[in-house]
């Protein structure tokens, strides 16, 4: 049974930001006892458990108000935020801290073949992508009627197979880019990790105090790096 004493945070189960986000709560003086298999991990010092989830699922997780904390992509936190308002859903939370990792940005890449001149080249064409609410906002801000097509996978391999005419994708190097064929034409977002926290006005106080006095040490941690 879960206990509402503790003090609940997501964290990605197995990716990008997992490891860095166990580091960071382990720098900050939370001991945990992580299970490969298991989605709960108790702390053995601290009244906190970790619920370790897809990405995809931790900003909904903060908003509803399932978990306390998250750490997160700003790319899925903004996605599943345009998401969420669409849909009509509450979609608050705060930002607690910026964090010093999971830096990426969402661009928009084309075929090496295809003439690219401007945001404008991409009037009419379909654009496969993982972000398709980050990508509309995009097309209608530069003023372009373009298609978003929702893939959850292989993006890259996409016009390749026909399925789009560019792709829209995170990158860092951008070897993935350029090992599939495709130049990096517009950067349509810049992304970090962030800690944030539900905004719904129901965390306790004892909570809200562990939360208080976890915060700064977040930043003695990043300070101490840089
Ligand atoms: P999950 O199984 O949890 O859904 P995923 O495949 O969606 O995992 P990852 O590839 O592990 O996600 O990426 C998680 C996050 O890491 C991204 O949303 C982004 O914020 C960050 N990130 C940093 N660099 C990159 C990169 N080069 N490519 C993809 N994501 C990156
Ligand atoms: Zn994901």
Redesign the pocket.
Known sequence: MSDSRRLRIAI??????SDDSIALLKAIGIKLNIRDRLLIAHSTNENIDLLRV???DIPGLVMDGVVDLGFI?E??LEEKMLERQAAGKAADFEVLRRLDY???RLSIAVPNEFNYESVKSLEGKKVATTYPYLLERFFKESGVNAKAVMLTGSVEVAPRAGVADAICD???TGATLEANGLQEEEVIFR?K?VLIQRADGEISDEKQALINRLVPRIDGVIQAKE
């Open positions: 990605q189960k197995s990716g990008r930001l897809r990405d995809d992509g790319n899925e999971g830096g990426c995170l990158v860092s992304s990790a």
